[in-house]
């Protein structure tokens, strides 16, 4: 399995901006699709944004649509997830995750966004946005 390590997080206030980083090792990166989820206290994990392994595709929870971007270099074996305009109900733990696909022009476009669809996970970075 690829090993993830989140970077980035930190405690803002509402409307300010943090850039999440995800650094990847062990596995080709090219051969994983990547998300980002988050949990909350007394929360389960909650999907955030996702991008294929081509970066072609990406996708978005409906609440950070407009907010947060989510981008991938292959050759520095990172995944990022850009969050602005950052609200209170952001405040959670943010999670890199990756799941093994066999690069074709098919999976270029996939995209996940269920926890049980990845196999690796990051030990998670806090973010706290107070109002």
């Known amino acids: 399995q690829v090993q993830l390590v989140e970077s980035g997080g930190g405690l803002v206030q509402a409307g300010d901006s943090l850039r999440l980083s995800c650094a990847a090792s062990?596995?080709?990166?090219?051969?994983?699709?990547m998300g980002w989820f988050r949990q909350a206290p007394g929360k389960e994990r909650e999907f955030v944004a996702a991008?294929?392994?081509?970066?072609?595709?990406?996708y978005y929870v409906d609440s950070v649509k407009g907010r947060f971007t989510i981008s991938r270099d292959n050759a520095k074996n990172t995944v990022y997830l850009q969050m602005n305009s950052l609200k209170p109900e952001d405040t959670a733990v943010y999670y890199c995750?990756?799941?093994?696909?066999?690069?074709?022009?098919?999976?270029?476009?996939?995209?996940?966004?269920?926890?049980?669809?990845?196999?690796?996970w990051g030990q998670g970075t806090q973010v706290t946005v107070s109002s």
């Open positions: 991008i294929s392994w081509s970066g072609g595709t990406r």
């Open positions: 995750s990756g799941k093994y696909v066999i690069p074709t022009s098919w999976t270029g476009t996939s995209v996940y966004t269920k926890p049980s669809d990845y196999s690796s």
């Open positions: 062990g596995r080709t990166f090219s051969n994983y699709a």
